[in-house]
T-cell receptor, first 114, second 117 residues
Framework: ETGVTQTPRHLVMGMTNKKSLKCEQHLGHNAMYWYKQSAKKPLELMFVYNFKEQTENNSVPSRFSPECPNSSHLFLHLHTLQPEDSALYLC?????????????FGPGTRLLVL | GDSVTQMEGPVTLSEEAFLTINCTYTATGYPSLFWYVQYPGEGLQLLLKATKADDKGSNKGFEATYRKETTSFHLEKGSVQVSDSAVYFCALTGSPNGGTSYGKLTFGQGTILTVHP
């Protein structure tokens, strides 16, 4: 596989469920990102990891818990979500986390919270 | 903080028409500027970028010029195709002297483009 992959592509969960989103990059990059894409809103950066260390948490509620075990993998653990959390969750990676760096995006996980 | 404003969509054009999607930004210092495209059911792909003033990014017939004086990065294509139908996002990353926005991608709201045969 090449590029950035995300699983699952679609997820339906209840408000009491716990689930995890997975992202894997095959580009040898050192920075990884989670974004949220909601209808009629700009993409929102959620978290940034650089060399496995979290360098940005954009005031994300604690019901979203990221994990970066190595530079190639990034997870987003979900628990007790709300219906307004339904969105497309996009993962991205870049060589470094810096100005001018091109971020490469995965296809996203479409999440529906019932 | 940094912000990006794109022209309101949706934009509907006939094949071979000229395309302009306006993008203006607010940022301190010298940000890097990007256009990303999202085809239906897919993630975002980099279309083009420019990292300093007066640079022109180009790819697949699309062009955008980094205009510091007007804080703009308008996307243009001379002759659009049906396959260009997608959502286009203008974005920036802050500059090293731009404080907390350094390295962080800030997106505009996206412009939906539909091209008819």
């Amino acid at each position: 596989e090449t590029g950035v992959t995300q699983t699952p592509r679609h997820l339906v969960m209840g408000m009491t469920n716990k689930k995890s989103l997975k992202c894997e990059q095959h580009l040898g990059h050192n920075a990884m990102y989670w974004y949220k894409q909601s209808a009629k809103k700009p993409l929102e950066l959620m978290f940034v990891y650089n060399f496995k260390e979290q360098t940005e948490n954009n005031s994300v509620p604690s019901r979203f818990s990221p994990e970066c075990p190595n530079s190639s993998h990034l997870f987003l653990h979900l628990h007790t979500l709300q219906p307004e959390d339904s969105a497309l969750y996009l993962c991205a990676s870049s060589q470094e986390s810096g100005a001018g760096e091109t971020q490469y995006f995965g296809p996203g996980t479409r999440l529906l919270v019932l | 903080g940094d912000s990006v404003t794109q022209m309101e969509g949706p934009v509907t054009l006939s094949e071979e028409a000229f395309l302009t999607i306006n993008c203006t930004y607010t940022a301190t210092g010298y940000p890097s500027l990007f256009w990303y495209v999202q085809y239906p059911g897919e993630g975002l792909q980099l279309l083009l970028k420019a990292t300093k003033a007066d640079d022109k990014g180009s790819n697949k017939g699309f062009e955008a010029t980094y205009r510091k004086e007007t804080t703009s990065f308008h996307l243009e294509k001379g002759s659009v195709q049906v396959s260009d139908s997608a959502v286009y996002f203008c974005a920036l990353t802050g500059s090293p002297n731009g404080g907390t926005s350094y390295g962080k991608l800030t997106f505009g709201q996206g412009t939906i483009l539909t091209v008819h045969p």
